[in-house]
């Protein structure tokens, strides 16, 4: 849950853990990550930050799933994309390849994210969104759902 100045929690009720809005850094300010307007630069709203700091949640956890499932195709040698089984250990040696090639290009964009989200709130408020949505993307997991899933591409 991401809670609101006001304290008002929202979305991934399911988490047992909280994300607290960050407090912007005066360095992100004034070096206008947030935007210039005529002013100067910009300092965004509570709810703006809010919104910010959901988008983010919401496109880690796509990112994180989606590391997740090329982890699984790596160690089940299934093609990454489609999770079609491998019909030949040559077939399964490449899709793991692939796979493993996968965990780590998206790997490195979840770390730029984060990177990102560090130059804004600082160092304490990227490792509390880390543990968040590491956190959301275990509770997402079901015990009953399958190792992969093949995309529908129509």
């Given at each position: 849950?991401?809670e609101?100045?006001?304290?008002e929690?929202t ?17 992100a300010?004034l070096?206008g ?7 100067g ?7 703006e ?15 994180r799933r989606?590391?997740?499932g090329?982890q699984?195709a790596?160690?089940l ?6 999770g079609q ?8 040696a490449a899709n ?8 780590k290009e998206?790997?490195?964009r979840?770390l730029?994210h984060?990177g990102?989200?560090?130059q ?12 968040f949505?590491?956190?959301v ?5 079901k ?8 995309r529908?591409?129509f």
């Open positions: 849950m991401i609101e100045a006001d304290g929690p979305a991934y009720e399911n988490v047992a853990t909280r994300l607290p809005l960050p407090e912007v850094t005066s360095q300010i070096s990550i947030f935007g210039r307007c005529a002013n630069c910009y300092r965004p709203s509570p709810r930050l809010k919104e910010f700091v959901d988008a983010q949640v919401d496109g880690l956890v796509n990112l989606q590391i997740d090329y699984r790596e160690q040698g299934c093609h990454p994309l489609s089984p491998a019909k030949s250990p040559v077939r399964q793991r390849r692939r796979a493993s090639q996968l965990v998206f790997g490195l979840y730029g984060l990102a989200y560090e804004a709130f600082g160092v304490a408020a990227r490792v509390e969104l880390d543990e949505v590491r956190a993307t275990g509770s997402l997991r015990s009953n759902e399958p190792m992969m899933q093949q529908e591409l």
